[in-house]
T-cell receptor
Framework: GESVGLHLPTLSVQEGDNSIINCAYS??????FIWYKQESGKGPQFIID?????DKRQGQRVTVLLNKTVKHLSLQIAATQPGDSAVYFC????????FGPGTSLSVIP | KAGVTQTPRYLIKTRGQQVTLSCSPI?????VSWYQQTPGQGLQFLFE???????NKGNFPGRFSGRQFSNSRSEMNVSTLELGDSALYLC?????????????FGPGTRLTVL
């Protein structure tokens, strides 16, 4: 199989702080990107997406930034809460879907 | 609207057996994709079905197969199970009327091969 992403397996953040999760993608032709959250025992859950003609997109407490020059994607979570603890995956969609290896976010109360 | 459902949720098999997993997509979704998730390899794409036809395929051996029915429900089959097939198998559905449609995942089937 194929995967994409910086190997950053674990991120620990104090409750209330902002979290930044990074991802590198491989295909400059990918035109759509998604961030997923996967809690223990559950399937990945859609968080936010961004198309390649955008640099930034904001949701509720989450912001995705896309830097096409360096093929980098980031997810920012504002005021991180214990319920944000999970594994976060980026996915790039071109002619196929490629998932990043995932980052485990741990929120310290 | 009900989400993606997968059955069974847990399965234990022995080497050499075969297994069939089932996925019911969100109502109205015509595309179903299957993924294998393991701690070592992460999420790996198996195949995608759209309107009962396999539209895309990942790099897995022929022991892994699937099909889609006219109601968009999908099954995947793994024959001659190996220990390395132990994984969480995830199904995701999307409208897929254009490339880049968001995929919505089911809870997965946890397969353990002994």
């Amino acid at each position: 199989g194929e995967s994409v992403g910086l190997h950053l397996p674990t991120l620990s953040v104090q409750e209330g702080d902002n979290s930044i999760i990074n991802c590198a993608y491989s295909n400059s032709a990918s035109d759509y990107f998604i961030w997923y959250k996967q809690e223990s025992g559950k399937g990945p859950q859609f968080i936010i997406d961004i198309r390649s003609n955008m640099d930034k997109r904001q949701g509720q407490r989450v912001t995705v930034l896309l830097n096409k020059t360096v093929k980098h994607l980031s997810l920012q979570i504002a005021a991180t809460q214990p319920g944000d603890s999970a594994v976060y995956f980026c996915a790039e969609i071109g002619y196929k879907v490629i998932f990043g290896p995932g980052t485990s976010l741990s929120v310290i109360p | 609207k009900a989400g993606v459902t997968q059955t069974p949720r847990y399965l234990i098999k022995t080497r050499g057996q075969q297994v069939t997993l089932s996925c019911s997509p969100i109502s109205g979704h015509r595309s179903v994709s299957w993924y294998q998730q393991t701690p070592g390899q992460g999420l790996q794409f198996l195949f995608e079905y759209f309107s009962e036809t396999q539209r895309n395929k990942g790099n897995f051996p022929g022991r892994f197969s699937g099909r889609q029915f006219s109601n968009s429900r999908s099954e995947m089959n793994v024959s001659t199970l190996e220990l390395g097939d132990s994984a969480l198998y995830l199904c995701a559905s999307s409208l897929a009327d254009k490339r880049g449609d968001t995929q919505y995942f089911g809870p997965g089937t946890r397969l353990t091969v002994l």
